[in-house]
């Protein structure tokens, strides 16, 4: 395979092929020498680890401001420059010092046996896929330089295997590096918070590596080996960077809500009636996103409870679910899905650092849906995030009204599922919709009082007043005592913009049920809105509101 070499053989071996040690190859072509560059990796990586630990303990908060690999950070905010830097960061003394005595055995193995610019592509090509790696497997805080260690064992496996016939350590040879490699991917498989993906990318790009380097005495000075090696590097992070970036579209069928969100964010149950997602970050890198609907009882813009929440959670200078509460701004009107919207924004102070807060209450008929995103002020490429998230977010049909909608087909001509179906219509904010269904339902049972007052209800908020208000009287006529029906005849003379005369209605409601707490809150607000009026305002107010008895006199 070679032809026979002169060396210092003893005289007996002359004559002989030889078998030659690293240092005697590589004297032949150019010296070896002292492997600088693993010693100046192993210096940097020693000074890195002790700058980190100079600012703090090594939480993951830290961790993530030297650059540890984060999926969301590396996907959602662009930040792909951590595939690299991750490499060179530790979580503590036993991690780095662990690489670093494999690093020093294998690293200068390699470097003595290939030439430097091939062994620091080996190294880059490495690092690039140690983290495409764990990012392709997870979206979690990784950080070490044990893909990079991986990747010197895994060339100097294959490299030292292919030459094995011309080198004098087992170590170079490969048969002592092979049950490194399986001892320690045991270590990994069997212990809890290891990056085995990271691992086997680190080692897979070593093993490829090997199979295109050569030893010192046969390399040429080209540069297209190690070029070749790093842009192979690059191309793999960047095709698992583009195949982490997608998007995908979260339904929520009680809600009647779609949000489309970064793949990699994660659900989080809280068990209170609230959707909640996040991108699995704690702390510093934290972005949550949470859908709640509010009870409202009446059609609104959701300015009360947008003032409700900047009251109760947005408190300045006061702690709160997300952080301590700096400023506040809104609430203003906008328009979310299509919808008119209250908007307010804040600015917290969190455990991991400065967090931005943004809260949209849309309305949708009896119900207010709370919507509120935070991220971390340190990545302000989250904004857009979130823009494209608000962007994209949609109403659809809840399942309640599909369950609706179903009965009233099964059961056709029963008055039960039609006024069951109108009812929910007209709660979902569906007023117009709802006539249909449920004049049909008071045509098969015109006696049911429950139903004439949603249908004057639902004639009222379809500003289809006259109607309303017709529909409001016959529902008296049927429930003469019935609260329902005298509140409809209230929302009727409101309708009308007479106020006085639906406090006379609302007074009247009052004495059938003085217990009723919502009905007392309503007369208190009419009390105090006839109050603030001007004089001129309450004249007419107070003449409208007369009896036609008053009038005949």
């Known amino acids: 395979m070679y032809p026979p070499q002169k060396t210092r053989l003893s005289p007996e071996e002359e004559g002989q092929t030889g078998v030659l040690s690293i240092g ?83 690293g200068s193995g390699l470097e003595r046996l290939c030439r430097r610019r091939d062994y620091v592509a080996v190294l880059v090509a490495a690092a690039l896929a140690t ?87 046969r390399a040429s000075t080209s540069w297209l080996r190690p070029v070749g090696l790093v842009a192979a590097g690059v191309v793999l992070a960047v095709a698992v960077v583009v195949e982490r970036s997608g998007w995908r579209t979260e339904r929520d069928d009680g809600f009647g809500i779609s949000v489309t969100l970064p793949r990699d964010w994660r659900s989080e149950e809280n068990g209170q009636g609230r959707r909640a997602f996040s991108n699995g970050l704690p702390g510093r890198g934290r972005a949550t996103f949470s859908a709640e609907a509010i009870e409202a009882g009446e059609p609104g813009d959701g300015s009360v409870q947008a003032r409700q929440f900047q009251q109760e959670v947005l408190v300045l200078e006061a702690p709160g679910p997300e952080g301590r509460t700096l400023r506040v701004s809104g609430p203003v009107s906008t328009r979310v899905a299509g919808r008119g919207a209250q908007r307010l924004r804040a600015e917290l102070e969190s455990p991991g650092g400065a967090t931005h807060l943004m809260a949209f209450f849309v309305p949708r008929g009896e119900w207010v849906y709370r919507l509120v995103f935070t991220w971390p002020a340190a990545y302000p490429a989250y904004e857009e995030v979130v823009g494209r998230m608000v962007a994209e977010l949609r109403f659809d049909e809840p399942s309640v009204l599909r369950e609706a909608r179903a009965k009233a087909l099964l059961v056709p001509g029963a008055p039960g599922p039609l006024r069951a179906l109108g009812g929910v219509l007209r709660r979902l904010g ?107 305002s309450k004249n007419e107010s107070e003449n409208v509101g007369e009896t036609p008895e008053n009038h005949r006199r």
């Open 24 to 106: 005697q190859l590589a004297g032949e072509a150019r010296p070896a020498g002292i492997p600088w560059v693993t010693l100046i990796l192993a210096t940097l990586l020693g000074g890195i680890h002790a700058a980190a630990r100079s600012t703090g303990p090594l939480s993951v908060d830290t961790l993530l401001r030297w650059g540890a690999k984060a999926g969301p950070l590396v996907v959602d905010a662009g930040q792909g420059w951590r595939l690299v830097t991750a490499n060179f960061l530790h979580r503590d003394l036993a991690h780095l010092g662990l690489n670093l005595l494999v690093l020093l055995a294998a």
């Open 131 to 217: 983290m495409a790696g764990s990012l392709a497997w997870s979206s979690a805080v990784s950080v070490g330089a044990s893909g990079m260690v991986y990747g010197c064992v895994g060339a100097l496996l294959v490299l030292g295997r292919r030459h094995r016939t011309r080198l004098s350590s087992r170590w170079m040879s490969g048969e002592g590096a092979l049950p490194t490699v399986l001892v320690f991917l045991w270590m990994g498989w069997t212990s809890v918070g290891v990056d085995n993906a990271g691992h086997l990318g680190g080692l897979l790009a070593g093993l490829l590596a090997g199979v295109f380097l050569e030893p010192r005495w």
């Open 430 to 536: 569906l007023p117009r919709e709802a006539v249909g269904p449920l004049t049909e339902a008071v045509r098969l049972s015109p006696a049911h009082v429950e139903t004439r007052v949603e249908l004057a209800r639902a004639l009222l908020e379809a500003s289809r007043v006259d109607e309303g208000c017709h529909a409001a009287a016959e529902a008296r006529l049927y429930g003469p005592s019935d609260t329902g029906a005298l509140e409809a005849g209230v929302r009727c003379e409101l309708s009308r913009g007479d106020v006085a005369r639906a406090l006379l209605r609302l007074v009247e409601a009052r004495r059938v049920d003085p217990q009723d707490a919502r009905l007392r809150a309503a007369e208190l607000a009419l009390r105090t809105v006839l109050e603030t009026a001007p004089p001129a």
